[in-house]
């Protein structure tokens, strides 16, 4: 059972671009919402996180936009760059229930950014 | 700092061989993962570590085990290896709870 769904699986966008990911999630119990970034060899790493109090998050070029009622969080990216061409998850877990503190994952959604 | 360090970074083993994956962290994080990455199913938890001495089991366990002697090193056992186990494994750890995990670089295993 795929408890974070994500889409979508590819997305291919001209440099400049806003590309958007989104992600939608069962487990109401689920408080903590990270997007990791992962490039080709290398392992996932932590991009940005949102907590369900707030409805936005920003960080640079990077925004988390959050939906509690439609258990549902989406990742912008501004002004795209070639140099984000990369693999992006996103992830959910909680601080208690059965997902206590494990991290599930979506399917993750492969990014290009053409120059 | 080395951060997480798996061994080996890849992997090509026989059907039935019996299997273990290293993962070693330097930053006295009380939670350690075990992830397998498949194409379109994103990252799969096979088993964590709360604290050392303790396990549990994740989404896909089946197949592995794993032990936490101590706070730093989280093996993992492919007991008799099969060809659905070819995956990009990848250890995490983390401070605590609802924190970032770090990654590992990964093991390619292929299970022939």
């Known amino acids: 059972q795929q408890q974070v769904k994500q889409s979508p699986q590819s997305l291919i966008v001209q440099k400049g671009g806003i590309p958007i990911i989104n992600c939608a999630y069962e487990?109401?119990?689920?408080?903590?919402f990270p997007w990791y970034q992962q490039f080709p060899g290398k392992g996932p790493a932590l991009l940005i996180a949102?907590?369900?109090?707030?409805s936005e998050k920003k960080e640079g070029r990077f925004t988390i936009s959050f939906n509690k009622s439609a258990k549902q969080f989406s990742l912008h990216i501004m002004d795209s760059q070639p140099g984000d061409s990369a693999t992006y998850f996103c992830a959910a877990s909680s601080a208690g229930g059965t997902s206590y503190g494990k991290l599930t994952f979506g399917q993750g959604t492969i990014l290009t950014v053409h120059p | 700092i080395a951060g997480i360090t798996q061994a080996p970074t890849s992997q090509i083993l026989a059907a039935g061989r019996r299997m273990t994956l290293r993962c070693t962290q330097d930053?006295?994080?009380?939670?350690m993962y075990w992830y397998r990455q498949d194409l379109g199913l994103g990252l799969r938890l096979i088993h964590y570590s709360n604290t050392a001495g303790t396990t549990g089991k994740g989404e896909v366990p089946d197949g592995y085990s794993v032990s936490r002697a101590n706070t730093d090193d989280f093996p993992l056992t492919l007991a008799s290896a099969v060809p659905s186990q070819t995956s990009v494994y990848f250890c995490a750890s983390s401070l605590g709870l609802n924190t970032e995990a770090f990654f590992g670089q990964g093991t390619r295993l292929t299970v022939v």
């Open positions: 930053m006295r994080h009380n939670a």
């Open positions: 487990n109401t119990a689920f408080d903590y």
């Open positions: 949102i907590r369900p109090d707030v």
